[in-house]
Each structure stands twice: as structure tokens, then as C-alpha cells.
């Protein structure tokens, strides 16, 4: 499984499958799962289509 970079941090925007654009709320220590606000579960790499810092 891939990890995300330093690049996505907590307030990151990014573009999920089906879901559009989310915002990261946390990032698991091992950077593997990211949870989303609003949302309950965590997301992979994979699941990440694009994201931005603006």
C-alpha cells in the first residue's frame, strides 16, 4: 500500500472518487489512511484522485 507525502496535511483539499472534493481532518502516523471530514472511515492512496493546499 502506498503512503501519502508531506505534501497532504490536515486542511488539504482532495478529490475522492464518488465523493468530489473533501477536506483531510487526520492522517494516520504511518501515512497510509486519511480520515475525511463529515465522513466516517479511512481513505487510501488510491482512493485520492487529485488534491491542493490552496
Given at each position: 500500500?502506498?503512503?501519502?507525502?508531506?505534501r497532504?496535511?490536515?486542511?488539504?483539499?482532495?478529490?475522492?472518487?464518488?465523493?468530489?472534493?473533501?477536506?483531510?481532518?487526520?492522517i494516520?502516523?504511518?501515512?497510509?489512511?486519511?480520515?475525511?471530514?463529515?465522513?466516517?472511515?479511512?481513505?487510501?492512496?488510491?482512493?485520492?484522485?487529485?488534491?491542493?493546499?490552496?
Amino acid at each position: 500500500m502506498k503512503k501519502f507525502d508531506k505534501r497532504v496535511k490536515i486542511g488539504t483539499m482532495v478529490f475522492l472518487k464518488g465523493l468530489g472534493w473533501q477536506i483531510v481532518k487526520s492522517i494516520h502516523p504511518t501515512r497510509k489512511w486519511i480520515e475525511i471530514c463529515g465522513w466516517v472511515g479511512n481513505f487510501q492512496r488510491a482512493d485520492v484522485l487529485k488534491f491542493t493546499n490552496i
